[in-house]
């Protein structure tokens, strides 16, 4: 089992930055892929951006290269996502999921653990 919690969403204008974090919290680490993944309102769970717990392999939705950079801290368990040059359409909640997967993937149904998510909303 491995728990999830997201924090540091909010609100913020057109073109400033956010980061959030999501603590992980279990017995092992091993061959564990963190993503994160976002959902607006009425619209599909859309693939943000991913990481393996181990080495420097990182994956990222054609909608965020450039802006958004996934990183983590090994020894606080924990994996932050870095988004600058905010715009209106990145408005969505945004959740932190895991899963034991051999590569960085992109499809949330490939993730077996999912955290509460967190609310990024950005003014136009």
């Known amino acids: 089992q491995v728990q999830l919690v997201e924090s540091g969403g909010g609100l913020v204008q057109t073109g400033g930055s956010l980061r959030l974090s999501c603590a992980a919290s279990?017995?092992?680490?091993?061959?564990?892929?963190m993503g994160w993944f976002r959902q607006a309102p009425g619209q599909e769970r859309e693939f943000v951006a991913a990481i393996r717990w181990s080495g420097s392999i990182t994956m990222y939705g054609d909608s965020v290269k450039g802006r958004f950079t996934i990183s983590r801290d090994n020894a606080k368990n924990t994996v932050y996502l870095q988004m600058n040059n905010l715009k209106p359409e990145d408005t969505a909640v945004y959740y932190c999921a895991a899963g034991r997967l051999l590569y960085v993937e992109n499809e949330w149904s490939k993730y077996t653990y999912w955290g509460q998510g967190t609310q990024v909303t950005v003014s136009s």
């Open positions: 279990g017995r092992t680490f091993i061959n564990l892929v």
